[in-house]
């Protein structure tokens, strides 16, 4: 049962484009949303996170959208740099033992 | 550097073996989390403690096992091992409310 679901394994952008990564959630018990940034041969990075209750977090070049009634998210990275190439994963937190359920991840590669 | 440290880095054994994996939390965290990535998966979680108690489950096998110490270590057992146990686990910790700071990770093989 799959409750986070990131339906593109991969994504290639141009370097000063827009980056838009998906995300969709069936569990609507969910209160906070997270994505992760992971290079290989280290662990997953937190990068921006977004409460149940707002619809939108910005932090520099990354902003995270929420939309509750499709149950979707989805970070966009303005503009992409090739520093940002990697995995990225989000995750939803459900109740309050702080446990992260994650997507499966979408590879992003930005091209010089 | 998350703060959290994992050891081994890498561990090669035999189908059948037992392991242990063994993670250092951030200062002041006091729940730690395990978490399996196989190929090409999404990361799955098996288990979290808090100050020493098991604080939830996830899609642990029961050849598994995990504990946190006093001193807040967690250690995660793995035992008849199997090829498909093959992945890189990891290890998080948190405080309360705050985003889950990953380790490294442990690479685990079963030849």
């Known amino acids: 049962d799959q409750q986070v679901k990131q339906n593109s394994p991969s994504l290639s952008v141009q370097e000063g484009r827009i980056s838009i990564l998906n995300c969709d959630y069936t569990n609507s018990m969910f209160d906070y949303f997270l994505w992760y940034k992971k290079y290989p041969a280290e662990g997953p990075t937190f990068l921006i996170s977004?409460?149940?209750?707002?619809d939108k977090n910005e932090d520099g070049r990354f902003t995270v959208f929420l939309n509750k009634s499709a149950k979707h998210l989805s970070l966009h990275i303005v503009p992409s740099q090739p520093g940002d190439s990697a995995v990225y994963f989000c995750?939803?937190?459900?109740?309050?033992?702080?446990?992260?359920?994650f997507g499966q991840g979408t590879t992003l590669q930005v091209k010089p | 550097d998350s703060g959290v440290t994992q050891t081994p880095k890498h561990l090669i054994t035999a189908t059948g073996q037992r392991v242990t994996l063994r993670c250092s939390p951030r200062?002041?965290?006091?729940?730690v989390y395990w978490y399996q990535q196989s190929l090409d998966q999404g990361l799955q979680f098996l288990i979290q403690y808090y100050n020493g108690e098991e604080r939830a489950k996830g899609n642990i096998l029961e050849r598994f096992s995990a504990q946190q110490f006093p001193d807040l270590h967690s250690e995660l057992n793995l035992s008849s091992l199997e090829l498909g146990d093959s992945a890189l686990y990891f290890c998080a910790s948190s405080t309360a409310n705050s985003p889950l700071h990953f380790g490294n990770g442990t690479r685990l093989t079963v030849t």
């Open positions: 200062s002041g965290d006091l729940s």
């Open positions: 977004i409460s149940s209750i707002k």
């Open positions: 995750a939803a937190r459900s109740g309050n033992t702080g446990k992260l359920i």
